[in-house]
């Protein structure tokens, strides 16, 4: 998703304390290399390498420096600066453009950006949000659970029977994170995480009983805002022998996003307790992590014995 | 090294050896049961005496089916020749792992 300045300006309105001076008519302007930069080397004309794509953050430094400039050479610095194709300008410590600034602004369409906080702290603050702005993401239909820090996405065909088995996982102590469905992203460390939209969040649809509010019902530790993704279950009705994984020794994985999700396969079949299977997988998968692979251990040991057993002269 | 008996009122038995070096673990184990469960028939495969289901993973890896080891595999049902084939085939083709 490109980013524009528009978008940049409505997240960073509440987050960052951003305000626009000027420019409303150039905000779809797009962000071409979403990252910031402070100008100082360009504005003192050295425009090789000079990071023009970027938001370009303009503190008490570069401020200082253009007011120590004859007014001839800070017009042509300037000039230089504004037709480079830099997206838009902020300035921070809620600093007055400069004079020749809003003119050169309105010629070249560049948005002025203003906001109070020290530069320093608005630099940091921005990358996380341009990052957020950024990060990769799709509506993933599912529910999602957090199981004893697992985040845990089931999902399957419509009325296999995913809100029931969150549902008893919930009666269980475990956490809600979205019904249904998740909007997911992918962050810089190449994690993945998931909430509930916004409409639905903390709510579930059972058949047979509508819409319930989860933590009017099971209290606020039943649900949870945001989680890692780190598991998928896939319930499935009808499934061949041949499907099932029988030994746990072949990982499979799912590429959402980019990232390969380890993913399960669970046939549903009556009289079996699919939220026990569900909650087993997460406490395997917890103790995989922690470096015990229960199906190659027993594996291995097997292997030794049946070695040890073989007669001496295998004919 | 194998002997097949002609089944009467659908049932089907073959004798057959445990070729490859590790024996029955996990992964043989799991084709075993993932290959009988395609047919309809009760699969059996017996060893010393001790008859366990061809369809159950736990079963497979307790009957110590090491190189060398003699397995007697019957079944019985409307695709009893089948299955006894398909599975015998596994053991001759070692599992595919050697």
Redesign the interface.
């Known amino acids: 998703m490109t980013l524009t300045v528009r978008r940049f300006l409505d997240a960073g309105r509440a987050a960052l304390d951003l305000g626009l001076l000027q420019g409303e008519a150039h905000l779809d302007r797009a962000v071409r290399e979403p990252a910031l930069n402070r100008p100082g080397l360009a504005l003192a004309g050295f425009l090789r390498y000079f990071a023009h794509r970027r938001i370009q953050v303009i503190g008490l430094a570069e401020l200082t420096y253009l007011k120590g400039l004859a007014v001839d050479e800070r017009a042509a610095r300037l000039k230089a600066f504004f037709e480079s194709g830099i997206p838009c300008i902020v300035l921070s410590r809620g600093i007055r453009p400069l004079p020749e600034m809003p003119a050169l602004a309105e010629s070249y369409g560049v948005p002025l950006l203003r906001t109070h906080q020290i530069t320093g702290r608005f630099v940091q603050m921005a990358a996380v949000l341009i990052e957020e702005l950024i990060a990769p993401r799709t509506r993933y239909q599912g529910t999602m659970i957090d199981i004893n820090g697992i985040g845990t996405m089931i999902e399957g065909p419509p009325g296999v029977g995913k809100s029931e088995t969150a549902l008893s996982l919930i009666v269980r102590g475990y956490s809600l994170v979205a019904d249904d469905l998740a909007e997911l992203r992918r962050v810089s460390s190449g994690e993945i995480l998931g909430t509930a939209l916004d409409a639905t969040r903390f709510h579930m649809e059972i058949r047979g009983l509508g819409i319930i509010h989860v933590p009017s019902l099971y209290g606020v530790t039943s649900v949870r805002r945001e989680k890692r993704l780190d598991m998928i279950v896939r319930l499935e009705r009808a499934m061949?022998?041949?499907d099932?994984e029988?030994?746990g020794?072949d990982a499979q994985t799912k590429d959402v996003l980019g990232v390969a999700v380890p993913f399960f396969r669970i046939a549903v079949v009556a009289g079996r307790d699919i939220s026990n299977v569900v909650e087993a997988a997460t406490l395997n998968f917890r103790l995989r992590q922690l470096g015990h692979d229960a199906?190659k251990e027993?594996?291995q040991r097997?292997?030794q014995?049946?070695?040890a057993?073989?007669?001496r002269t295998?004919? | 090294m194998t002997e097949a008996s002609p089944g009467a009122d659908g049932t089907a038995v073959r004798d057959v050896k445990v070729l490859n070096?590790?024996?029955?673990?996990?992964?043989p184990?799991?084709l075993l049961?993932?290959t009988a469960?395609?047919f309809r028939a009760d699969v059996m495969l017996e060893k010393d005496g001790v008859e366990v289901s061809a369809k159950s993973?736990m079963g497979l890896?307790t009957m110590?089916?090491?190189?060398?080891?003699k397995i007697r595999i019957s079944a019985r049902g409307d695709d009893a020749a089948a299955a006894v084939a398909a599975l015998a085939e596994l053991f001759e083709k070692k599992f595919f792992e050697d």
């Open positions: 061949s022998a041949a099932e029988r030994t020794l199906a027993l594996d097997l292997m014995q049946l070695i057993e073989r007669p295998s004919d | 070096q590790y024996g029955i673990h996990a992964r184990a799991a049961v993932k469960s395609a993973i890896l110590e089916g090491h190189q060398g080891a």
